[in-house]
């Protein structure tokens, strides 16, 4: 609920601080005193594009203050905590405003964007009069009125909707990677074949490189471990060795032990040595090879490292490169069998969706009818018995919301075209249709501050007192402002304000007061009778407040 307007520096306000209240609350006044000025000053502080020329005369700044009370689950604070903002409490806006053009807009006193201010106004306020372009008359937001007043949860729709976008989505991929592998079909047919005729194992190109480069130093290296074999051999060290520790041995028990020691690292050395030849000689038999086995380890080799290159990739990730091209080709070979799974699985989400979008169509066409015969009801009463409303509901592309679309159309008299209802009637017509409208759906309230500027324009004596009843209606448990020049209307208000324009040292300067009691008797006497207020007027206007 809007509690509170300041207004500083905007076009005829000096300073003007309003405090509204739930209800109707009604704003009265001589044409051209400001009235506009406040909705004007509203729809500048809530972020709406309007005209430019909003500071007043001399001075340096305009600025507007708007504060709400509102309830806790108020989808205001969706939108607050959208943009990362402060989420509870009393909401306040404020918005600047230079005479060359700058705009600066706060949230709770932290600085924000104009788009962040026009997307909480949708939430907070909703305006309603002759130009409305904004709700009522705009055919794009009919679909969405029309599914409140039938209370449609669209979830199921919605979703059954995202998945039927998701499998034409898998089958379209599915089928362009098809279409790309299957340009690469016999390449990577061949390519396999290579690769699996090869077979080469992780590891195994270093090891062959290894091998290969052994056998290749392996006549420069085998006569040098040959001569250090013989060195060490039988005729070598070995003998020299077995040889000494003969010789001491014979003496041995003739040198009171001073030969144990010396004998015994000699067997010492001499089991070394022996373990010594023995590696000698293993290598020697591992130096021993046929010219073929080189032949054909490089032969391996260099056929290893060629595809390698070929592919792009290192030696030890063909094996993996063979595996990968073969799941691949598998996808190939059963392509068309999971297109056709894909396909079915878009055929079923279709279905599914069809039979979703098909009963929230039935559930619009029956929303539609109660709609149409509750404005019809509404419009009687407003002097509109012969207009038509009706609800069209015609055949839309798919989408997330189903397959209508939904427009209002009026014909204002019997056996006229029927058309749009922002094309077809007239200003006072038009007002009348809103209002209907309103009321029709007002059983879905949403906590928006419903505002109608001059909606009972056209229209007056008995019609205007029936607007004003239900206008009253509509602000039972809610909050309308109204901006009205009918005195029929302006006594079925809970609340009401004067505004006024004075002249003062050649400056113009609108200000505004709640009326009491008394004071808004002679308003709407004034409103009866123009200037001269007579007791007839008065007595009138009493009578008006009265009922």
Same mark, same amino acid.
């Given at each position: 609920m809007l509690r509170g307007l300041h207004i500083h520096n905007m076009l005829l306000i000096d300073r003007l601080e309003l405090e509204f209240q739930p209800g109707l609350n009604v704003l009265t006044g001589e044409t051209g @005193?400001?009235? $506009? /000025?406040?909705?004007?000053? +509203?729809?500048?502080? +809530?972020?709406?594009r309007g005209r430019a020329d909003l500071v007043r005369q001399g001075a340096d700044l305009g600025e507007v203050t708007a504060w709400f009370d509102l309830s806790a689950d108020h989808p205001a604070f969706d939108v607050l905590r959208a943009a990362e903002m402060p989420a509870d409490g009393e909401l306040i806006l404020r918005r600047t405003n230079t005479p060359d053009g700058r705009k600066t807009a706060f949230v709770n006193d932290r600085r924000c964007s104009g788009e962040i201010l026009r997307q909480l106004s949708d939430v907070l306020v909703e305006l309603h009069g002759q130009h409305d372009d904004r709700g009522l008359l705009d055919p794009k937001g009919h #679909? %969405?009125?029309?599914?409140?007043?039938a209370g449609l949860d669209l979830t199921d729709l919605r979703a059954a909707w995202r998945a039927v976008a998701t499998a034409r989505k898998t089958l379209t991929q599915a089928r362009a990677e098809l279409a790309e592998a299957e340009k690469d079909a016999d390449y990577l047919r061949h390519s396999v074949r290579e690769l699996d005729d090869l077979a080469p194992e992780p590891g195994e190109e270093q090891a062959l490189d290894a091998q290969r480069r052994l056998m290749q130093s392996s006549?420069?290296? #085998? =006569?040098?471990? $040959? #001569? @250090? @074999?013989? %060195?060490? !051999? *039988?005729?070598? @060290?070995? !003998?020299?060795?077995?040889?000494? /520790? #003969?010789?001491?041995?014979?003496? %041995?028990?003739?040198?009171? !032990?001073? &030969?144990? =020691?010396p004998l015994a690292a000699l067997g010492r050395a001499l089991s070394e040595l022996s373990d010594a *030849? /023995?590696?000698?000689?293993?290598? &020697?038999? %591992?130096?021993?090879?046929?010219? &073929?086995? &080189?032949?054909q380890a490089e032969e391996r080799l260099f056929a290893i490292r060629a595809l390698a290159r070929k592919h792009g990739v290192s030696p030890d990730a063909l094996s993996e490169l063979a595996d990968g091209m073969k799941v691949r080709l598998q996808a190939i070979d059963t392509g068309a069998d999971h297109l056709k799974a894909l396909q079915a699985a878009v055929a079923a989400a279709e279905a599914d969706y069809g039979k979703a979008a098909q009963s929230v169509s039935e559930t619009r066409r029956a929303a539609a009818a109660r709609l149409d015969r509750a404005m019809a009801a509404e419009l009687a009463p407003l002097k509109m018995e012969r207009a038509v409303f009706a609800t069209e509901i015609t055949p839309a592309e798919p989408g997330p919301d189903g397959i209508d679309q939904v427009v209002f159309t009026v014909a204002t008299n019997p056996g006229a075209p029927a058309g749009p209802i922002n094309k077809i009637a007239s200003g006072g017509e038009l007002s009348r249709f809103l209002l209907a409208l309103k009321v029709c759906l007002t059983a879905q309230d949403t906590g928006l501050t419903m505002i109608f500027d001059e909606i009972d324009r056209g229209v007056g004596g008995a019609t205007a007192d029936a607007v004003g009843k239900r206008l009253s209606a509509l602000a039972a448990g809610a909050q309308v402002l109204v901006v009205t020049h009918s005195p029929q209307v302006a006594a079925k208000g809970d609340h009401q304000w004067r505004v006024a324009k004075s002249v003062a040292d050649d400056v113009t300067t609108s200000t505004v007061h709640k009326l009491s009691d008394e004071a808004r008797t002679d308003e709407i006497a004034r409103m009866l009778a123009g200037e001269v207020i007579t007791a007839e007027a008065r007595a009138a206007a009493a009578a008006l407040l009265r009922n």
């Open positions: @005193a400001g009235k $506009s /000025i406040l909705l004007d000053s +509203l729809g500048f502080v +809530l972020g709406w #679909r %969405a009125l029309l599914d409140d007043f006549e420069k290296i #085998r =006569e040098d471990i $040959s #001569r @250090a @074999a013989e %060195a060490i !051999g *039988q005729n070598g @060290a070995d !003998g020299n060795l077995g040889d000494a /520790i #003969r010789w001491l041995d014979g003496v %041995a028990d003739k040198a009171e !032990g001073r &030969l144990d =020691e *030849q /023995i590696g000698v000689e293993d290598c &020697l038999n %591992a130096l021993d090879f046929n010219p &073929l086995e &080189l032949e």
